[in-house]
């Protein structure tokens, strides 16, 4: 069982990470920590870790990003599970337990399990037990929940994947979102789909992150992603194409409400307008979208303005959960 961390320039929260690594109620991992060319006291601390622990390996490259690293470690990983865990988050002491579980009871590939934003400090990562429910989607039902943001994230953490799924498969190097393009091709090719009813990982939202510092026009690559995906439902699976246009006008709204002004709407990429026009009405055709994704697709027929001003009340809702549940 191989847990990869990508670790870049985190010296203050890489010691928290693989410590709730290393209490993991599963014992036999085959820790994984890519140092991305760090120029801080990543690598030195990473390195000290490993001295007291012979699980914790440290590989180091030249900076390529978080993709280049996850591959980097993946392709160097020994376990017939692979598991990853950004090197700034927190996982809770049963969350390899509760994710390989399913994957050997059952004919599941990939299992996910659910995670709490919390604030830098968050230290309480007691909310999983041992045995812990699930269920188990197949194929087609994975997907759709998948693109229809329903209890399954595209998020590269959080999930359990067999080794031998991720033949011809690398995340793209340098790009912002990169695990969009990857789950639902990691999903597609797995027989079945755990879904573990628990919270297992902790995204320990912090302003300086990779997708806390993009500026909203290199977002749009999220846009291209979850084109293709909607590319791939009409050669693969065509009942589908809805939910993944769902999924596509749902990255549309969320560069929208990255953008700090309404007046620099007018600065965004056309390829946002466009996509929402394409795709929105039959989004909202699509049976089975969740309440908040129709309603987000209604708010974007008034104009831009309109959408901006509802995905932004979402983000300051979302924004004050995460900072009650983290002075709990």
């Not at 870049?8 to 890519?34: F, H, W």
């Not at 865990?85 to 599941?108: C, F, I, N, W």
């Not at 990691?186 to 789909?193: H, Q």
């Not at 990982?201 to 293709?228: K, L, M, N, P």
Request: hydrophobic fraction near 40%.
């Amino acid at each position: 069982m191989s847990v990869i961390v990508p670790v870049y320039n985190i010296e203050t929260l890489i010691e928290a990470c693989v410590r709730s690594i290393l209490r993991q109620s599963y014992r036999n991992l085959d820790i994984i920590l890519v140092d991305d060319g760090s120029t801080d006291c990543s690598r030195s601390i990473c390195e000290g870790i490993a001295l007291t622990d012979d699980r914790v390996r440290v590989l180091s490259k030249a900076n390529g990003g978080l993709s280049d690293a996850r591959n980097h470690g993946i392709q160097n990983a020994w376990g017939e599970f692979i598991t990853c865990v950004d090197g700034d988050d927190l996982v809770a002491r049963h969350y390899v337990q509760s994710l390989m579980g399913p994957l050997l009871k059952t004919e599941a590939d990939l299992s996910t399990i659910g995670f709490l934003r919390v604030r830098e400090g968050f230290e309480d990562t007691s909310a999983t037990r041992s045995g812990v429910g699930y269920e188990v989607l197949a194929r087609e039902e994975a997907l759709e929940r998948l693109f229809l943001q329903n209890g399954l994230t595209t998020s590269a953490w959080g999930k359990m994947y067999r080794r031998s799924a991720f033949e011809g498969i690398e995340y793209p190097r340098g790009a912002i979102h990169e695990d969009l393009p990857v789950t639902y091709r990691l999903i597609a090719r797995s027989r079945a789909t755990a879904v573990i009813h628990g919270v297992g990982y902790f995204y320990v939202q912090r302003s300086s992150s990779i997708t806390g510092r993009a500026d909203y026009g290199r977002r749009v690559q999220a846009v291209r992603f979850a084109e293709e995906a909607v590319e791939f439902c009409r050669r693969e699976e065509r009942s589908l194409v809805g939910a993944a246009q769902v999924r596509a006008v749902m990255e549309c709204a969320f560069i929208v409400s990255q953008v700090p002004r309404v007046a620099e709407l007018r600065n965004l990429d056309p390829v946002v307008l466009g996509t929402l026009r394409e795709y929105r009405r039959d989004a909202l055709a699509y049976p089975g979208v969740p309440a908040m994704q129709k309603l987000t697709v209604m708010a974007s027929y008034p104009g831009l303005p309109s959408l901006w001003m509802f995905m932004r009340a979402r983000s300051i809702a979302s924004s004050l959960r995460t900072t009650l549940r983290s002075v709990r």
